[in-house]
């Protein structure tokens, strides 16, 4: 088992968690909490897969993700209160998800002899698409849309990604490098309260 592929299972079982979770605080019954975890994980990488041409989608073709991901989504539901724990565990759970998914996103583009802008910008899909599904089916502005930052961090991982692959560095070093760049922006960011500039009158 290599290195990516540890971190996409990483990344769907976090987003799997992130989605779920929406689920719970919007006090949906399970099979809701299952349905969102289940689009959070793969809706983005399903996207993804559909513009690059990969028939069929990546979670028909391995369906270990959508084990996985009914798996987290269970677990979620069922122990809910043991996550409460965590403050706003939504956001770090959404920033590890982040990170992994662009850099799986970016380097299966790249197999596909996309140019350098092309990977970066299906990374990001891979990475948001499934938030905003989520966030639309929760009943929620999507988080790509708010001032926070957090398409600009995938877009900064992905281009990270293309600099070291094209640069020769091994790939599963510059996957964990631009994976933690992209968890690290997006949590500072939460922190902090960063966001991008907006249009003044």
Request: aromatic share 10%; net charge neutral; glycine share 12%.
């Amino acid at each position: 088992m290599d290195i990516l592929y540890l971190l996409d299972l990483t990344g769907t079982s976090f987003f799997a968690a992130s989605g779920a979770w929406a689920g719970v605080n919007r006090k949906m019954d399970l099979f809701g909490v299952v349905v969102l975890g289940l689009v959070t994980a793969t809706g983005g990488g399903t996207l993804r897969d559909i513009l690059l041409g990969a028939h069929p989608p990546f979670c028909l073709r391995d369906e270990m993700y959508l084990y996985l991901s009914v798996m987290v989504s269970f677990a979620v539901f069922f122990f809910r209160k043991r996550f409460k724990v965590l403050e706003q565990p939504l956001l770090y759970f959404d920033a590890v998800g982040l990170g992994t998914f662009v850099v799986i996103g970016t380097g299966k583009a790249m197999n596909f002899d996309i140019g350098p802008l092309g990977a970066v910008l299906m990374g990001a899909v891979t990475a948001t698409a499934g938030g905003v599904i989520r966030d639309i089916l929760s009943g929620q502005v999507p988080l790509v849309l708010r001032r926070e930052i957090y398409a600009s961090a995938c877009l900064a991982g992905g281009f990270l990604m293309v600099i070291f692959h094209s640069s020769g560095m091994q790939d599963g070093t510059a996957s964990i490098i631009s994976a933690l760049t992209v968890i690290i922006i997006r949590l500072l960011a939460v922190h902090f309260n960063w966001s991008l500039p907006k249009a003044e009158g």
